[in-house]
């Protein structure tokens, strides 16, 4: 017997009614276990650059930037750097 793929989609509150739905970069991983985010904040916060940041926690730089985004929309340990995404290493 095949095995049937199904698929559940969650609808954010504040999401529009869609009839034909795609799932942007559906391929990566944008869950993050407690200890990353820590880890990333404290990175982040020692000026590190984020695509260093994504190479030390094994990590796609796009999933990171997500993060990072994530973190900020929160007000979460963001601080405007002089170098921005670049941090000390520019």
């Given at each position: 017997m095949g095995t049937r793929k199904s698929h559940v989609v969650l609808e954010p509150p504040n999401?529009?009614?869609?009839?034909?739905?795609?799932?942007?970069c559906e391929e990566m991983?944008?869950?993050?276990?407690?200890?990353?985010v820590k880890a990333f904040e404290e990175?982040?916060?020692?000026?590190?650059?984020?695509e260093s940041i994504a190479k030390q926690l094994e990590?796609?730089?796009d999933e990171v930037?997500?993060?990072l985004i994530d973190r900020a929309r929160?007000?979460?340990f963001i601080v405007k750097?002089?170098?921005?995404l670049l941090g000390w290493m520019a």
């Amino acid at each position: 017997m095949g095995t049937r793929k199904s698929h559940v989609v969650l609808e954010p509150p504040n999401a529009k009614r869609r009839h034909k739905l795609h799932l942007a970069c559906e391929e990566m991983d944008f869950t993050w276990c407690t200890e990353e985010v820590k880890a990333f904040e404290e990175m982040w916060l020692e000026g590190l650059a984020f695509e260093s940041i994504a190479k030390q926690l094994e990590r796609d730089p796009d999933e990171v930037l997500i993060l990072l985004i994530d973190r900020a929309r929160r007000n979460k340990f963001i601080v405007k750097r002089q170098n921005g995404l670049l941090g000390w290493m520019a």
